[in-house]
């Protein structure tokens, strides 16, 4: 029986829980063939280690800093992918990679299980390729404008082009400002662990916050939004549902998601809800 490979690249990648989550479903789908590693990858490597890859491996799972590169090594590219300007997953078909992007919908899943539906307004914290996904989460609830909080200025004008293409409305605010991120209905913080810990939000007990951090948690800025009353949606929710939808688009199997999420609660030591 030929084997068949997939994996997560990224650096640092060592902490992923991606290879936990998606053995877990191979083992539970029956696919014994199956198998799926972490690989450390810069930016500038990818394109050569994508090129070596031999024909059994199936998709590639990215993480950051590829999720804009990705694109530039694809043979093809989704409009989801293409509009926002990020992928987190490559497709082996037989002309080639195909560029796709499970972190919206993910990210919209997250939110819908959380009472999420049609927010009025929606802040983004960050503005790298997570941020991207963030954007088009947004487009797809139906908001038409978007506060965006980032450290670097130029930043807000990088994904001008985005809000244009996913017909956003995308007002830009410098970092010193994101302690008014509170009175959104819908905090989604992209930003990597640490960078908004020292934040102090006045938070609505209506306002969700989505921190796609998971390691550790809760981070600081979980913790402040939860002893206000708000609902939080976690990281592992988006490392989850992401991870469903590169489970079929690899495997073509349906992805078995009880198996799925308990593998990934017990690696975090977390009992299931």
Known sequence: MLSRRAGVLGKPVGHSLSPVLHNAGYAAAGLENWSYDATECAEDDL?????????EWAGLSLTMPLKEVALKVATSVSPLAEAI????????RDDGWHAENTDVPGMVAALR???????KSVAVLGA???????LGAAAELGVRQVVLFARRAEAIDELGPVAEALRLSLSGMTWPGVAR???????????????????????????????????????????????????????????LEQALGQFELFT????PRAEMRAALFAARGMPLT
């Open 47 to 55: 394109a050569g280690l994508v090129e070596g890859l031999g024909p």
């Open 85 to 92: 300007g990020a992928a987190n997953t490559l497709v082996r």
């Open 113 to 119: 299980s959380a009472g999420v539906t049609r927010p």
């Open 128 to 134: 790298g390729g997570t941020a991207r996904a963030a």
């Open 181 to 239: 991120c509170g009175m959104h209905d819908v905090v989604i913080s992209t930003v990597p662990k640490g960078v908004a810990d020292d934040i102090s939000v006045r938070w609505r007990a209506q306002t969700v916050l989505f921190d796609v951090v998971y390691d550790p948690w809760p981070t600081p800025l979980a913790a402040s939004a939860a002893a206000a009353g708000c609902h939080i949606v976690s990281g592992l929710d988006l490392l």
């Open 252 to 255: 073509g199997v349906p992805a």
